[in-house]
């Protein structure tokens, strides 16, 4: 495939960083502010896009490397990773994508 006809697509960091949102600490602000102190509390401000969502605490974030692999802490809850898929959103077209360390 020649250069221009490859579809660009931008750093996996930068791709993660559009599509995974962190929690704020504070999103009412500091401690004893007393602005909007009666307003509820809106963790995003800008509209949503496709593919957002927010990182979950109990997950891994990089889900591919985990693939297949149970947690090793008695009780815990399964890795949600998807046993159908090799990649992830927006990873499929990326020019290198056989080139996939997946087995």
Do not use: C
């Amino acid at each position: 495939m020649s250069k221009k006809n490859q579809k660009y697509t931008d750093f996996a960091n930068v791709e993660t960083q559009r599509n995974f949102l962190t929690s704020e600490e504070f999103p009412e602000g500091s401690y004893g502010n007393s602005i909007g102190k009666e307003k509820a509390v809106s963790n995003k401000d800008t509209p949503w896009k496709e593919g957002q969502q927010y990182y979950s605490n109990f997950a891994y974030e990089n889900r591919n490397l985990h693939a297949g692999l149970p947690r090793q802490e008695d009780g815990a809850h399964p890795t949600h990773d998807d046993k159908n898929s090799e990649s992830e959103d927006p990873y499929n077209e990326a020019p290198n994508e056989d080139n996939s360390q997946m087995e």
